[in-house]
């Protein structure tokens, strides 16, 4: 259950980031699971990071407590602190309290948990990382 839950997930977080009219403004469509070649890539872009799910026992049903990111990278030199804030920003309000449809399974709530800003001048990009914890019944 744990990876149709993980793949189901991933899909529909992909979907609706690219559904979103400011994200998609923001991004310009680049929402990935998987990244495009190094010499496609353009910034500012959205990865699904790591997709945790853990069993979340219950007499009612079977259920699953997954916790996911989604890290939002910059290239932009003077101004990505800024950016990522902003696409970081945008996925909360998009994601918090906002239920995805999945294709097999139910997702019962979904609620941001917490952000972290990162810089890396040698590779000259910025990305905040940020953090939902979600509810999927079978």
Known sequence: MADEIALELQAALIASIRGSSELTDFLAGRAYATLPPVDKLAFPFAQIGP???????????????????????SGSAG?????????AG???????????????HRMVSINWKTQTY??????????????FSSVIDE
């Open 118 to 131: 990162e810089h890396d001048a040698l590779a000259k990009r910025h990305s905040m990382l940020v953090v």
């Open 79 to 87: 101004e990505g602190q800024v950016e990522v804030s902003r696409g």
């Open 90 to 104: 945008l996925l909360k309000d998009l994601l918090d309290g906002n239920p995805l449809d999945l294709a097999t």
């Open 51 to 73: 997709i945790e799910p853990r069993p979340l026992y219950s007499d009612c049903s079977r259920s699953e407590r997954v916790i996911f990111s989604i890290e939002v990278i």
